[in-house]
C-alpha cells in the first residue's frame, strides 16, 4: 500500500467509529485494522506502507514492546561468569541473567550507566559488564525502524468483546543517538538482559532494547499527523 492509498482508506476507517474486533487477545487491535484498511496479515513480516512499518496500539494500554536485539560484541565481562557471579534462578530453575535494567540497581547490582558515546551494564561494585556504542545503536535503530506508522485506537467493551476507534495515524521517522541517550536517562528506553547457564557456555537470546507502546513517539525527531 503506498502512502497515499493508507491516508485515504484510514479516513474511511476513521469516519466509521468503533469497529468490532476480529479477533480476541493483545494482537487484535492490530489484525481488525489490518483487515478493514485491506493490508494482508503476514506472519513473517508486519504489513507496511511504503517500507513504513506498521504499529497499532490501544491507547490505553502499557504494554512493553521489544524494539531490537542487539548484542555487537558488546560484552567486556565473559558473559557465562556474569551469570555466575550476577545471576539469579529463573522460572525453569536455570541460573541466568534475566533482568531489566535502567539506572537504578537492581536487586543483584545491576545497573544502566548513560555516557555521552556509549551505555553500558554497570555494577555498583564499579564492574563494567557490557557497553554499547551509540552510533552502533542509532545504526541498528534505524536499520530496524528506519520509520513507523503508529496508529492509535480508543476502546470500548460490549458484552466482553473490544471495539476499537482508530483515531490518529502519527508517520515518524528521524532518531540519533543523543535522543536514544536521553531516552536511557529518563528511564523511557530499557535493556532486557536475556542469558542463562548452559553447564560450559552461556545461552544469550539477545540483548532487548525496550519501551512502552505509548512512548514509541519519544523515539522519533519528526512525528507528521497523518489525519
Not at 548484542?71 to 567486556?76: E, G, Q, S
Not at 558473559?79 to 536455570?94: F, H, Q, V
Not at 490518529?168 to 532518531?175: D, F, I, S, W
Amino acid at each position: 500500500m503506498t502512502l497515499e492509498e493508507f491516508k485515504k482508506q484510514f479516513r474511511i476507517v476513521k469516519e466509521k467509529g468503533f469497529i468490532k474486533s476480529i479477533r480476541k487477545g493483545p494482537t487484535g487491535v492490530g489484525h481488525t485494522f489490518e483487515r478493514v484498511m485491506g493490508l494482508t496479515e503476514n506472519n513473517l513480516s508486519v504489513p507496511d506502507i511504503d517500507g513504513i512499518e506498521l504499529k497499532t496500539h490501544r491507547d490505553s494500554s502499557n504494554s512493553m514492546i521489544t524494539l531490537l536485539t542487539f548484542n555487537n560484541k558488546a560484552w567486556l565481562m565473559n558473559p557465562l561468569e556474569a551469570i555466575k557471579k550476577y545471576g539469579s534462578l529463573d522460572s525453569k530453575g536455570r541460573l541466568g541473567l534475566y533482568y531489566t535494567l535502567s539506572l537504578t540497581p537492581n536487586s543483584a547490582g545491576l545497573f544502566l550507566l548513560v555516557q555521552k558515546e556509549s551505555i553500558s551494564v554497570q555494577h555498583t561494585s564499579g564492574e563494567t559488564i557490557a557497553e554499547w556504542n551509540l552510533d552502533a545503536l542509532q545504526k541498528r535503530f534505524k536499520e530496524k525502524l528506519p520509520a513507523l506508522m503508529f496508529v492509535s485506537a480508543f476502546i470500548e467493551e460490549r458484552d466482553g468483546i473490544e471495539y476499537f476507534q482508530y483515531y490518529r495515524a502519527q508517520l515518524m521517522q528521524n532518531t540519533n543517538k543523543e535522543l536514544l541517550a536521553d531516552l536511557f536517562r529518563t528511564g523511557d528506553l530499557l535493556l532486557d538482559l536475556r542469558l542463562h547457564d548452559k553447564g560450559t557456555s552461556a545461552r544469550n537470546h539477545g540483548t532487548g532494547f525496550r519501551t512502552f507502546e505509548k512512548k514509541l513517539p519519544k523515539l522519533f525527531n519528526n512525528i507528521i499527523d497523518i489525519l
